[in-house]
Antibody, heavy 118, light 107 residues
Framework: QVQLQESGPGLVKPSETLSLTCTVSGGSISSYYWSWIRQPAGKGLEWIGRIYTSGSTNYNPSLKSRVTMSVDTSKNQFSLKLSSVTAADTAVYYC????????????WGQGTMVTVSS | DIQMTQSPSSLSASVGDRVTITCRASQSISSYLNWYQQKPGKAPKLLIYAASSLQSGVPSRFSGSGSGTDFTLTISSLQPEDFATYYCQQSYSTLDSFGQGTKLEIK
């Protein structure tokens, strides 16, 4: 079955760029939509953005100026870059799949904790 | 942007109780409403999609209803493993959004 695994640094300095990768295993990354969702400790879920395997993207307007997503179909991976981070960006970051932008997120990664601190 | 509001924010109930959680959208979202369950330290798990369709493998005590702006998640008879936080999510807009969550605790 398809599984997702987030990877990347667990600690990022303020003002720097957070970079995460999600690796898709057990199936192809092609023809699906892939999202990043984050959750600060003790708080709710925030959708960050979505990328299709063609490279088309949608971003949360509140983060749009700082977010870049990309996809590498040859590696079955997609990535998130969030620039100019502050402590408010400290959260567990999840990657997730949906088959269509109007569908639900049916598969999630286990999540990776990213702390922004000097 | 579409805002999603859940009520209540927290709820205490006993095993065997029937529980209902409500989610309201700031505009009509047709039936593009999904429900997730999240346990501490775990990723959210899809329970209900398209307002009322049960995800494969999810027990039938979970059900969803509603359309337009008002939706409900019902657990017909609470089991010990159901104590968790529940989130609604709209997928009507290409800019997704979640409710703030409802924490279901043991009474």
């Amino acid at each position: 079955q398809v599984q997702l695994q987030e990877s990347g640094p667990g600690l990022v300095k303020p003002s720097e760029t957070l970079s995460l990768t999600c690796t898709v295993s057990g199936g192809s990354i092609s023809s699906y939509y892939w999202s990043w969702i984050r959750q600060p400790a003790g708080k709710g879920l925030e959708w960050i953005g979505r990328i299709y395997t063609s490279g088309s993207t949608n971003y949360n307007p509140s983060l749009k100026s700082r977010v870049t997503m990309s996809v590498d179909t040859s590696k079955n991976q997609f990535s998130l870059k969030l620039s100019s981070v502050t402590a408010a960006d400290t959260a567990v970051y999840y990657c997730a799949r949906d088959t269509d932008p109007h569908d639900a997120f049916d598969i999630w990664g286990q999540g990776t904790m990213v702390t922004v601190s000097s | 942007d579409i805002q999603m509001t859940q009520s209540p924010s927290s709820l205490s109930a006993s095993v065997g109780d029937r529980v209902t959680i409500t989610c309201r959208a700031s505009q009509s979202i047709s039936s593009y409403l999904n429900w997730y369950q999240q346990k501490p330290g775990k990723a959210p798990k899809l329970l209900i999609y398209a307002a009322s369709s049960l995800q494969s493998g999810v027990p039938s005590r979970f059900s969803g209803s509603g359309s337009g702006t008002d939706f409900t998640l019902t657990i017909s008879s609470l089991q010990p493993e159901d104590f968790a936080t529940y989130y609604c999510q709209q997928s009507y807009s290409t800019l997704d959004s979640f409710g703030q969550g409802t924490k279901l605790e043991i009474k």
